[in-house]
C-alpha cells in the first residue's frame, strides 16, 4: 500500500478515490458515457457542464422512452450508445448546448466506437500506453482526458497526470519545491517510489490542496 511506501502521506485521510484504487472493480465496461461527458466537461465549470450533460442525454431519451431525473449527474447509468448518438447531426447535438466542435469531438468519438476502433474488450486487452496511443487519435481527447479516464473511469492504480496543474502543485509543495512546479521528468523521478500505486498518489496531491474531484 502506499502510505508504507511513503509514510509522509498516511497523515492525510484515506476517503473514496483511495478505496477505490485499493479495490477497483475490473469488471467496468467502457462505453461512450464516460469519454464522451470528459469532451462535454472540457474548459467549462462543472455546473455548466452538468446542466449540458442533462440536455444532452435528454435529447435522446425521449425517443428511447427513458425516464431521466431532473439532473444527470454521473450515477445515472442510461447514456445514448455511439449508434444513436450517429443518427444525429451536428446541429442537433449543439441544441443541447454543445459547441460546434464539441458537437462534431463526439460524433468523432462514436464514429470510432461503432466502427470498432475502440472497444470495451480492447481497451482492458490494452496496456496504459497502449491505451493513451489509441484514444488520442479522438479529435478532442488530449493525454489530460486520457490519464483522467484512465483513472478515474478504468480505475487503472499506477497514473501519474503529468499535466495536471493541481498535481503538479501538489508535488511541488509535498517535496518542498517551494514555488517551483516540477516538469514531468521531475515528476516521474520524485513519484517513482510510489509505483504501483500513482493514482493514489495522485488523488493525495489533490488532497493536498484540497482540490475535489468526481470521485470525493
Not at 425521449?62 to 431532473?70: A, S, T
Not at 448518438?85 to 460524433?107: D, F
Not at 493513451?132 to 493525454?143: N, P, T
Amino acid at each position: 500500500m502506499l502510505p508504507r511506501k511513503s509514510p509522509r502521506l498516511s497523515k492525510l485521510p484515506t476517503t473514496s478515490y483511495y478505496t477505490k484504487s485499493q479495490t477497483q472493480n475490473k469488471t467496468v465496461v467502457p462505453t461512450t458515457k464516460d469519454l464522451a461527458s470528459s469532451i462535454i466537461y472540457q474548459q467549462i465549470s462543472g455546473k455548466a457542464a452538468q446542466a449540458i450533460r442533462t440536455r444532452f442525454v435528454k435529447l435522446f431519451a425521449e425517443e428511447y422512452k427513458v425516464k431521466v431525473p431532473e439532473v444527470v449527474t454521473g450515477d445515472f447509468k442510461w447514456f445514448p450508445t455511439a449508434e444513436m448518438v450517429l443518427k444525429k447531426t451536428s446541429e442537433e447535438l449543439k441544441s443541447a448546448g454543445l459547441s460546434l466542435r464539441k458537437a462534431q469531438y463526439v460524433l468523432d468519438l462514436a464514429q470510432k466506437f461503432n466502427d470498432n476502433n475502440i472497444s470495451a474488450e480492447g481497451l482492458h486487452r490494452m496496456s496504459d500506453d497502449e491505451i493513451r496511443k489509441l484514444l488520442i487519435q479522438v479529435k478532442g481527447i488530449g493525454h489530460w482526458t486520457v490519464d483522467m479516464y484512465l483513472m478515474m473511469d478504468l480505475g487503472h492504480p499506477d497514473i501519474l497526470p503529468t499535466t495536471d496543474l493541481g498535481i503538479r502543485k501538489g508535488i511541488a509543495k509535498h517535496f518542498g519545491l517551494k514555488n517551483n512546479l516540477p516538469p514531468p521528468d521531475q515528476m516521474e523521478q520524485l513519484t517513482e517510489h510510489w509505483r504501483p500505486y500513482r493514482s493514489v498518489g495522485s488523488w493525495y496531491m489533490w488532497r493536498i490542496l484540497d482540490i475535489k474531484t468526481a470521485a470525493d
